[in-house]
């Protein structure tokens, strides 16, 4: 029902900044929390950053302070500005859009992901 597509990821030196975005389609999105999530090799998946409909933001305390989600439902669109980029920030990085539905079951989709690498 959506289809998710993230773009902007790369090599950066540490210290560095990237914006990621991921473009959505098939559905309007502002009825759905959208995040960003990470994982590193050897590592679980884990939350960066969420932003709800109402606009509240949920921060990883591992990014709070560098990292920045916003979203424009005009363009069906999530960002990710990423500041101050540190070498474990080093991940592919996944764009998810989620609600939760009746029973509280829970409505998510998943974007390919895009390689973030942080390194000297």
């Known amino acids: 029902q959506v289809q998710l597509v993230e773009s902007g990821g790369g090599l950066v030196p540490p210290g560095g900044s990237l914006r990621l975005s991921c473009a959505a389609s098939?559905?309007?999105?502002?009825?759905?929390?959208m995040g960003w999530y990470r994982q590193a090799p050897g590592k679980q998946r884990e939350l960066v950053a969420r932003?709800?409909?109402?606009?509240?933001?949920y921060y990883a305390d591992s990014t709070k302070g560098r990292f920045t989600i916003s979203r424009d439902n005009t363009k069906n669109t999530v960002y990710l500005q990423m500041n101050s980029l540190k070498p474990e920030d080093t991940a592919v990085y996944y764009c998810n859009v989620f609600r939760t539905r009746t029973w509280g079951r829970l409505e998510d989709y998943w974007g390919q992901g895009t390689q973030v690498t942080v390194s000297s």
């Open positions: 098939g559905s309007d999105v502002s009825i759905y929390g």
């Open positions: 932003i709800n409909t109402d606009g509240s933001t």
